[in-house]
């Protein structure tokens, strides 16, 4: 097998030309600096359990929006949320008391994903602007009507709350695919596990004597939640359609609830194959019983994606506020031009191949720190590897800011400007369209295929011919 490619100066130029690219993308909201205080957003959250709470928070670092209302029908996660506000947002109860404020130009719902739709809908028709987290829709008829409202009041912003289309190492990674760094991309891998035995989430253990009842459980019984595949796999679902450039064509499952015999009806352990338009897979796997991850050489746990071209490969996990995102990119070995070689170099290639040999890692994106007599062993070598990277000329880009942060500053200025937001309806739809059949595939134990979509739950579909 021969050496991987040495990068070259062209190589090179292509990766700089993608990451200039994603810079200007992403640098773009910066240009529009809020000027005064009646230029922020207007913004009322709907739902601040977890993920609304991280909200309300950042959002207190955050220019170009204001949080007037903060909504929850659960009090003591309103009264939190009310009192972390550096904006001091009034509290309500009720979503509807909310839409009704005629000073409030846009709302963020991170609801659970059985409530998305209606509060989406009635936050449509009061004519706000919407941010809902994903899952977007929880059922197929869901899909068909958000479609159709959304169509209809084009002035209306409707984003998604799918972060990593607003992370820079994501761009970069879709800027190499542009570029035909990764050659043909073929197959994704993507995973995110946990050890639930061992590290059991309060969000995903089902509480007896929550005063919510089964809607303090809501993650874990299917009429309210789409399980691992909505509330983790979603995010992936949307990488492999947004690094193959399309939608998958079928889907194959295998699901259970093997481990946690505790009343949920969700799965604890998934397995999808998904098959895209061109051959591609997207092979997802979400288990509860282990968290190692054999990405990026075992450094981090849970989730990440590898993305695998005829040219390349990148491993790819957004930051947490714990950790920096990361990327790494692995080259394929050059291609062989059968007619220069003879028949004993082409046995001794097959042999050589056999044996596994793999390629050196490149980071794609890594801290700019100098290295530091604190860095541990690990650190240091990645910063060398870094600084190798960018004697080469190749652009490394890095994360600005959080990429939810990004999100919410880049709604907030299409709101201002009227533009679509990267993550806009179609991505958030097909999303929630590869999540509901993904557990429609698991439940009946069959492949699906994604136009089934078309007349699921759809008023307007033709009603099938009947058989003689
Ligand atoms: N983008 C991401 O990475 C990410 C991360 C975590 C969660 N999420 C999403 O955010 C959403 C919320 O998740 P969470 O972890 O915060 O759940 P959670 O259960 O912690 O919080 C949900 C909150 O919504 C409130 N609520 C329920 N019905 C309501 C209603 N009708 N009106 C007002 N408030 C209502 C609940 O009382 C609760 O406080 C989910 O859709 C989840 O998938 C996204």
Redesign the pocket.
Known sequence: MSEPKEITRRDAAKVAAGATAAAVISGAPWIQKVKAANSQVQMAI?????????HVTHMNGLDGGRLVAA????QP??DKAVNSSKDKPKGY???REVLNRNDIDAVLI????Y??FP?TRDALLAGKHVLC???LVHKPEEVHALKKLVNERPKQVMQV???RRYSRFYQTARQMVDKGLLGDVTNVYAQWHRNLINVPSA?WTMKKNDP?GE??N??LLSKFSGGLV??LG??QMDIADWMFGSHFETITGVGGIDYFKDGRDVFDSVQLIFRYPKGQRLMASYISTNQHCALFGGQRAQFGEIIMGTEGTVHITVGTDDEPALGIWFREPAKKNPAAGTAKAAVASASLASTGKGAKALPILLSKDEVSEQDSFMQKELKFARRWLYSKGVMVPEEDRNP?DQQLIEFWDCCRSGAKPKADLEIGLSDSIAVILSNLSMKEDRKIWRKEIDTMGNPDAKAAPKKA
């Open positions: 709907i739902g601040v359990g977890g993920r609304g709470q991280y909504c929850d029908i659960f996660n309103l109860k009720d979503y991170s609801t659970p994903l409530t998305h509060i987290e994903k899952s709350g799918l972060q969000t919510r809607e303090g809501w993650r909505a509330e979603s995010h939810v």
